[in-house]
Each structure stands twice: as structure tokens, then as C-alpha cells.
């Protein structure tokens, strides 16, 4: 099993910038990929941004490319979120999840990852 807390939401204003945080529990974090999701009131959960298991290989939605960077620290068990530019459309509740894939696997799909945390509010005013 595979715990995530997600942190670092909060309110910004349009154009400025947060960094979200998951820290990872129970396992080592180097044998999973990782994701960011977010869900905005009344849509479905789409990805955001994915990192395979060394950090080596990214993914990134057209909707963030530019503006968002994911990153990882295996030996702190940790996966970022570095979130720049926003705008009110990134407003939702975002989730880290993590999954055991090989070890170049960047994974982008929802159904395929395993563990979910909590997710953490990012709200963004215009």
C-alpha cells in the first residue's frame, strides 16, 4: 500500500504561481510513475502532468504545457507540482496518484493508477 497527502493548494491570484506537494508513505516512491490530476465542479478528473519512476521521462496536458513542471525526489519520497501562469480555468481539486510500472512509463490515463490522495484545493481569482 502506498499513502498520499497532497499539499499546497490555496488561493492565488490569476498570473501568479503555487507548488503543490505529495509526500508518499509505505513503500519506496522510486518503484511507482506518477501523476497530477485535478477536478473542477461538474467535470470529470483529468491528467494534469506524469513522471516516470527516475523522473527521467515527463508528460504534460496541452492545457499546462508551458506553465506547469512535475518533479520528483525518490529519496524524500516526494513528487511537485511547480504551477506558473495561473488562470482562473486551472481552479479545481488536484490529486497525486501513483502506480508500479516499468521503469521508463510515463502513465496519463486515470483508471490505470492505483493509489489517490486526498487532493488539495487550488483556487485561482481573476
Known amino acids: 500500500q502506498v499513502q498520499l497527502v497532497e499539499s499546497g493548494g490555496g488561493l492565488v491570484q490569476a498570473g501568479g504561481s503555487l507548488r503543490l506537494s505529495c509526500a508518499a508513505s509505505g513503500r519506496t516512491l522510486s518503484n511507482y510513475a506518477m501523476g497530477w490530476f485535478r477536478q473542477a465542479p461538474g467535470k470529470e478528473r483529468e491528467f494534469v502532468a506524469g513522471i516516470s519512476r527516475s523522473g527521467g521521462n515527463t508528460y504534460y496536458a496541452d492545457s499546462v504545457k508551458g506553465r506547469f513542471t512535475i518533479s520528483r525526489d525518490n529519496a524524500k519520497n516526494t513528487v511537485d507540482l511547480q504551477m506558473n501562469s495561473l488562470n482562473p480555468e486551472d481552479t479545481a481539486v488536484y490529486y497525486c496518484?501513483?502506480?508500479?510500472?516499468?521503469?521508463?512509463?510515463?502513465?496519463?490515463?486515470?483508471?490505470?493508477?492505483?493509489?489517490w490522495g486526498q487532493g488539495t484545493q487550488v483556487t485561482v481569482s481573476s
Open positions: 496518484a501513483a502506480v508500479q510500472v516499468l521503469p521508463l512509463v510515463v502513465v496519463r490515463t486515470t483508471a490505470n493508477y492505483d493509489y
